[in-house]
């Protein structure tokens, strides 16, 4: 699972990714030749943390999501280069901080502070290059149709009219995400990667001055730009990035000190972009390790216990599942299977968020 942080320059993209994987990127230092920060983050996941409690393990894992930081160089003078779309298609998620809060040098080289501005010109940027790739495939559809019989046009022409659709829902001012399309244009679309149809977080990063109103500016960008494949998170990149490098109870103090919930608006953009992917994390619990494993929503117990190894799907029996808040409650497993709160599914079993598996499997 990859997410790729995108923003204007001087927008805070380093500091946000600074703070979400507790790095220490320079801030400012990307030149034209620059290569992405990558970093690993941990989803926070309170109950793996109240299984590490139950079984004491030897060790615990969460499920992690890659953050990779790009340079604003990949955005030129006519707008995002092939190489640079080329990357952002392959991203599970786009990431995109907006600068919302007052900076006397930061106004002084850009100009006055609009975040609608800069999110919009920089959407339009992605919009026009997705726009390139449906013109030059509506060019190459139509120079095929020349050398097909009339009879034998079926298909391209279908092709044709979605990529029109597209077309003309970009030339609206949309980006893709917000184009209903059915199962038949999904399967149509299966071999392209538009950008502008990756799910995005947008973040809108205030200033130390404006944390106060972190909810009513969240709610304000949530209501003009929320939608479907597409989630807004409030909060001041600089001031987390400070908090990411302290120690633990150094930080909770800070943020009492600063009038801030003990709770990292952070931890639930992240949780925003993990729900924003379609996933959702079953857990696995026992002495050796108590660890969360990403999956996607609708998946089946097979292809969960495939995210283990693929042995387990290969050889897959039957699953042991537990609700992990029965099995909190109960305080052990031994309990739980007392009390007669451990099912056994089978193959076609849906596995639900916080479920707790145990595979049984023969290869």
Same mark, same amino acid.
């Not at 392959?90 to 040098?105: G, K, N, S």
């Not at 799910?199 to 106060?212: D, V």
């Not at 029996?317 to 709160?341: H, N, P, T």
């Given at each position: @699972? ?27 230092? #990307? $030149? ?11 989803? %926070? ?5 109240? !299984? $590490? ?16 930081? #790009? ?7 006519? +707008?995002? +280069?092939?190489?640079?779309?080329? /990357? ?45 790739? &449906? ?9 095929? @149709?020349?050398?097909?019989?009339? *009879? ?19 030339? *609206?001012?949309?980006? !893709? ?16 990667? =538009? ?8 973040? &809108? ?5 404006? !944390? ?9 960008? $949530? ?58 994390? =079953? !857990?696995?619990?026992?002495? /050796? ?12 117990? %097979? ?11 290969? *050889? ?7 609700? #992990? ?5 109960? *305080? ?32």
């Amino acid at each position: @699972m990859e997410l790729g942080i995108i923003g204007a320059a001087r927008s805070g993209k380093t500091s946000l990714f600074n703070a979400v994987t507790r790095g220490s990127a320079a801030i400012g230092a #990307y $030149s034209s030749t620059s290569e992405p920060n990558l970093g690993v983050v941990r989803v %926070p996941d309170a109950r793996v943390d109240a !299984l $590490s409690a139950i079984f004491q393990p030897k060790k615990v894992t969460y499920a992690e999501i890659r953050w990779v930081d #790009y340079p604003v160089a990949g955005f030129g003078p006519e +707008g995002p +280069g092939a190489r640079f779309v080329a /990357d952002l298609a392959q991203l599970d998620a786009l990431v995109h901080i907006v600068r919302a809060f007052e900076d006397p040098a930061v106004a002084h080289a850009e100009g006055s502070v609009d975040p609608h501005r800069d999110l919009e010109a920089l959407e339009m940027e992605l919009q026009f290059s997705d726009l390139a790739l &449906i013109e030059r495939r509506i060019e190459r559809i139509s120079s095929e @149709m020349r050398s097909v019989k009339a *009879g034998e046009r079926g298909e391209l022409e279908r092709h044709q009219q979605l990529m029109e659709r597209m077309q003309a829902h970009l030339e *609206g001012g949309q980006g !893709l995400r917000s184009l209903q399309l059915n199962e038949a244009d999904e399967r149509e679309l299966r071999n392209y990667r =538009f950008v502008t149809r990756i799910p995005e977080l947008l973040i &809108i990063n205030i200033g130390e001055g404006q !944390l106060a109103d972190t909810a009513s500016i969240e709610a304000e960008f $949530s209501e003009r730009y929320g939608a479907d494949g597409v989630a807004v998170a409030a909060l001041c990149a600089k001031v987390e990035a400070e908090l990411a490098a302290m120690e633990p109870e150094d930080a909770i103090e800070f943020r009492s000190e600063l009038g801030l919930d003990e709770a990292s608006p952070l931890d639930r953009a992240i949780g925003l972009a993990y729900d924003l992917l379609g996933l959702q994390s =079953f !857990l696995t619990a026992g002495e /050796d390790e108590c660890r969360a494993w990403a999956v996607a929503k609708g998946a089946t117990a %097979p292809e969960a216990a495939g995210k283990i190894h693929t042995d387990l799907e290969r *050889g897959f029996i039957r699953a042991e599942v537990a609700g #992990y808040a029965d099995l909190v409650d109960a *305080g052990s497993m031994a309990e739980l299977k007392k009390r007669g709160q451990l099912r056994t599914e089978g193959k076609s079993y849906v596995v639900q968020d916080g479920d707790v598996l145990n595979i049984l499997f023969n290869v």
